[in-house]
């Protein structure tokens, strides 16, 4: 008799590997249907999972995990729903999160990029230094065209922590440069612990930031992050509960 979990996992069939014999046999149209549903559902698994792991998270966070706290303000027009939707993507807008730090941005940022991937969109997320650096390595190594043809397929970039180090001249030019690209193609989520007047401060040109600025905020929405570090909170609520015997 042949080995007939090892054939399908020869086919790459892993799903009807693992669950064939759980399937009830009522005909043998209902019975092929069903051995394939669980095929292509395995498969589509797989794929997301894929595209969360080439997304880059680096935790991975969820909505469902997410507190929504009094202090996030959304700007007029702009919903909670729009958000989590991914409506923003369709219309190709972007969010930039704007506060201070362990409010919560980064945190929301992944879990909207998350959802993304699951209902398989391609994402990249990367910190501004990360992608910053990674450009001027690209560049160097005369492989930045082929990095930048990989991004034009990518729905949604999460560019995190911009402001908490200072850039070169250079990789704030090519992060300019991607930034640029993305107006009108792509959606972007920026999250940031600077307001707008001191990103020159990163981006170290006068110049650069006042075009940086314009390309973004001609399709974006701002949400203000404020109060006290999330973080911190949880924290000390960690620390003054007491625990179970």
């Avoid at 001027?136 to 911009?162: C, H, P, Q, W, Y």
């Avoid at 920026?190 to 990163?202: M, Q």
Wanted: a negative charge.
């Amino acid at each position: 008799m042949p080995d007939i979990e090892q054939n399908m996992r020869t086919l790459k069939l892993g799903g009807l590997a693992r669950d064939w014999r759980t399937v009830e046999y009522r005909d043998n149209e209902q019975y092929v249907s069903d051995l394939l549903d669980i095929e292509l559902h395995e498969r589509e698994v797989n794929r997301i999972n894929r595209m969360i792991k080439t997304a880059g998270f680096h935790v991975i966070k969820t909505l469902d995990d997410y507190s929504w706290r009094s202090g996030i303000e959304l700007p007029a027009g702009l919903t909670r729903e729009y958000m989590v939707d991914l409506e923003f993507i369709d219309a190709k807008e972007n969010l930039i999160f704007m506060g201070a730090v362990g409010t919560g941005k980064t945190h929301l940022a992944t879990a909207i990029a998350l959802k993304a991937c699951q209902e398989g969109r391609k994402v990249r997320f990367f910190t501004a230094a990360s992608l910053a650096n990674l450009l001027l390595e690209r560049n160097n190594k005369g492989t930045l065209s082929a990095f930048m043809n990989g991004l034009k397929k990518v729905e949604l970039i999460v560019l995190d922590e911009l402001g908490f180090i200072p850039l070169h001249k250079e990789s704030a030019e090519l992060l300019f440069q991607v930034i640029s690209d993305c107006y009108e193609r792509k959606s972007l989520i920026i999250t940031t612990n600077l307001e707008f007047s001191n990103w020159n401060t990163v981006l170290g040109d006068n110049r650069l930031t006042a075009a940086l600025i314009d390309r973004l905020v001609h399709h974006s929405h701002i949400v203000i992050f404020s109060g006290d570090s999330y973080r911190l909170q949880q924290s000390m609520k960690r620390q003054t509960t007491p625990h179970e015997p």
